[in-house]
């Protein structure tokens, strides 16, 4: 699963990325100097994976990861192949969820490809853009359904009221996120289009660090825009993220988030977030050898949990042992637990629940 980082170019994309991924992209003070998607591999922080560890000590530990692409500025146009417009596009297809950064901060130093700030302009650009890439998918899936509904089909007269329904709020400057559909509606006609406007999406709203704890004024705007819109908002200091990031030690970025007014870097924030806007959930296995973190869909059933650890587990599922994280936590073992009464055996329509501490039995 994959979050793609987009925005206007000079927004802070690059730095954001360099933060989240110790990689670093090239993040020049002028657009597209990052031109081909950078992709990071990111480490999910988890308070419940070093309890685990404390309580194990295990020989290795293994936390969730989620990816992250940083995909090229985007400019006005970019639905008609302006600037980068079609490698963007492409790029944010193949992501799962978007990171949408906007700049929320004054600095004459750095250039505004608009020239001044003003983070409703840059959002609306962008949600511009990609609903009118949106409407030329519509466009091109109407010209087949319409020629079936003419014949009749039942089906296919359905399919049609959908994509008009998206057809009319995308030429409303409506993104598809914000519409309601049948369960079976969406499943079957707006989930397989895959609409870039489909996606959730965080707004990350870029400030200074004088407003990394509490906001602005720029970021209240932005709240106030996206009220009726499915989506989360994140106030992030990206500069000052990038500056606790060179300190060497633990200590010295304690001290720095202290003088801000923050318990934690507000990327660690943000991954989390990111982990979440892709529905995601976290199980954990924990032994000896090792303590790790697994990944799973949020919903997930127990032998699907299996799965993502061996297909053979998925395939041989008999039944679970489960402990929920707090009481592990609290008992402080798995002996202790046992002794409890605390374990659980589930089986195979158990839902997994974010924290659940599990061990499988299989038969192949």
Known sequence: MKAGIVGLPNVGKSTLFNCLSN??????????????????????????LERLEALVKPVRVQPATVEIVDIAGLVKGASKGEGL???????????????????CFDNDNIIHVDGNVNPIRDKETIDMELQLKDLETVD???EKVKRASKTGNKEA??????????????????????????????????????????????????VDEGSAATGNAYVEQVRAAVKDENAEILVLAVGTEADINELDSYEERQMF????????????????????????????????????????????????????????????????????????????????????????????????????????????
């Open 257 to 364: 988030l202290q003088d801000i007014g923050l318990e934690e870097p507000g990327s660690s924030k943000l991954i989390r977030s990111a982990y979440k806007l892709l529905k995601q959930q976290t199980y954990f296995t924990a032994g000896v050898k090792e303590v790790r973190a697994w990944t799973i869909d949020v919903g997930a059933t127990a032998p699907q949990a299996a799965g993502v650890i061996h297909t053979d587990f998925e395939k041989g599922f008999i039944r679970a042992e489960v402990i929920a994280f707090e009481e592990f936590s609290d008992l402080g073992s798995e002996a202790k637990v046992k002794e409890a009464g605390k374990m659980r055996v589930e089986g195979k329509n158990y839902v997994v629940k974010d924290g659940d501490v599990m061990h499988f039995l299989f038969n192949v």
């Open 140 to 142: 091109k899936k109407l």
């Open 85 to 103: 417009g079609n490698q963007f596009l492409a790029n944010i297809r193949e992501t799962d969820a978007i990171l949408h950064v906007l700049r």
């Open 157 to 206: 007269q359905k399919e049609e009221a959908v994509l008009l329904k998206i057809k009319s709020a995308l030429e409303a400057g409506v993104s598809v996120r914000t519409l309601e559909f049948d369960k079976e509606d969406y499943e079957e006609f707006v989930n397989p289009a895959q609409f870039i406007t489909d996606k959730p999406v965080m707004y990350v709203c870029n």
């Open 23 to 48: 990689a670093k992209a090239q993040s020049a003070n002028f657009p597209f100097c990052t031109i081909e998607p950078n992709i990071g591999i990111v480490n999910v922080p988890d308070p419940r």
